[in-house]
């Protein structure tokens, strides 16, 4: 065996109130990557996606992964990537985490399991720097662990895998670019402590919510008063989606990651289903292009789906 | 039967990273009242307690809860209640909220249960607002409830039972007043956001950790780093019961409600026996007197005793 392809599936950071901390990763959509060991020392990178990506492995977000894998191990040879992304760059359902962390998964299958899941979020997080500039879990932690994940400290690094509840999520993605940047600018740097002590009891309540899979605890406990009221404004259509969704029966949502996708929670897949099309009505109706997802919470992460 | 004995436990509210939200019942100590129906109305007031309370029931925690019992239901005649307080005022674990929570229970149990929990939380924050000038649930929801409560609303109320660990409690209560205007006063009005997430990142481990019944999870999670930096400064010794509870085994512990008791969680019932040794040592050379409890977290809140 020297090849191994994995699936890396898309994720929601910034899960409702659980700001900066609680995502969870997707069934749809997902990235599938091919990883061979070569005799050939470096990083060969094949695109194979519907869109171009970096092919300089220093600048690409799987290359500098494999090559962080490459120095941790100080291995011979190196390794081909075939990247077959379906995951749009800048959707905000976390492309670059599906990339990082599925070149961080594949090489470790490759090389035997030697890693552990703290040490693939670091792994991982160096291929999040191309992206975002920073070290971030906020994907890369619900990619790797799959389900909901808490991210309790990232110094160190300390996630809580929270047990995914029997939801539906429906993702529309409108296109329109949201700057990280301009996401950022928008909060303020300090928070009403009135708002903040209700942030921490829908934080609270929301992982509450997950334990006894109560959907409605869970849909009240989204409510996210310190990034979306600035950020909504950065999205056009939001209010008008969010209000279509609860008119359909979702539960509760808001913005993934820093958008532009948005999404919905609903107890069935039938509820998800017109939760979608209604979403997708209000970007028809603006004129904006868009995709939009149904699909349910992931809850394995990068998964190695075959090996020859 | 026209009497009822209820004991109301004491309890611990500002539960570490759960500021305003977060509270746990103790099994120790505990308050009991004996509620008997009289055909005079009104109220009528008897203290069996080792110290002084308000004989108008006007100015009394619990005449106050059984004059708006009278109130909302509209029954003739009155009650006459027998306080057996042991709970000590001012102590920072829910002496009035032990006394408004009683009152209520009793009074419900005498009128055939006709309330719901959260009817008699919001008859229970009538008396709250005696001691405190406000209605607040930090105390009456775990002492209604039992076991640990999250505060997830107040308006309207949303109580979220969360699963108590099998922890061991220590507290300990030196004998000096913190003023609850002041611990108000030491709090900043706004939060760093960094702070804030940092915050709700712990709340949620917590929550997840009680769920788990994972001692070392709750542990790690209980840093308060909203309210403990400034109000600890109101309590001489904290820093050295911290220290000395630490170097026990101790799990983690804070400032119960806004002080001046001390309480941490500790694995087994020895270890929470050395670390309240160790808590009273740090009040006996600081030549401040004290009390010490070793307790349990009560599953149950306020219990019907007895009745005849």
Same mark, same amino acid.
């Given at each position: ?165 029997? =939801? &539906? ?11 990280? @940047?301009? %996401?950022? $600018?928008?909060?303020? #740097? /300090? ?70 996708? =948005? &999404? ?11 939760? @979608?099309? %209604?979403? $997708?009505?209000?970007? #028809? /109706? ?23």
């Amino acid at each position: 065996m020297n090849t191994v392809i994995v699936h890396a599936p898309g994720s929601v950071s910034n899960l409702g109130s659980g700001f900066d901390v609680l995502g969870f990763a997707l069934n749809e959509p997902f990235d599938e990557f091919a990883l061979r060991r070569t005799e050939q020392s470096g990083i060969t990178l094949i695109n194979e996606s519907p869109f171009e990506l970096p092919a300089d492995p220093e600048q690409n977000v799987s290359g500098r992964v494999l090559l962080a894998v490459l120095q941790k191990t100080g291995i011979d040879g190196g390794f081909e990537l075939t990247q077959r992304k379906r995951i749009l760059p800048g959707s905000g359902i976390g492309s670059s985490a599906a990339s990082a962390a599925g070149a961080a998964v594949a090489a470790n299958a490759l090389l035997g399991n030697i890693f552990s899941k703290v040490e693939l979020l670091g792994l991982a997080m160096e291929g999040e720097v191309i992206a975002s500039g920073a070290r971030h879990a906020d994907n890369v932690a619900p990619c790797i662990w799959g389900g909901v994940t808490l991210i309790r400290s990232l110094d160190p690094p300390d996630i809580i895998p929270i047990p995914p509840a029997d =939801l &539906f999520v429906s993702v529309v993605h409108p296109q329109f670019e949201v700057k990280t @940047a301009d %996401a950022r $600018a928008v909060l303020k #740097r /300090d928070v009403p402590l009135k708002s903040a002590v209700q942030q921490w009891g829908n934080v609270g309540a929301l992982i509450a919510g997950f334990y006894r899979n109560d959907p409605e605890l869970i849909g009240r406990s989204m409510a996210d008063v310190v990034a979306e009221p600035y950020r909504k404004a950065l999205i056009p259509g939001f209010e008008e989606v969010t209000k279509a969704a609860a008119a359909e029966g979702a539960l509760g949502g808001g913005i993934s990651g820093s958008g532009p996708s =948005l &999404f919905q929670f609903s107890k069935t897949r039938e509820v998800a289903e017109r939760v @979608a099309a %209604a979403m $997708a009505h209000v970007y #028809r /109706d603006l004129g904006i292009d868009y995709f939009t997802y149904v699909t349910t919470i992931n809850p394995e992460g990068v998964r190695v789906a075959g090996q020859y």
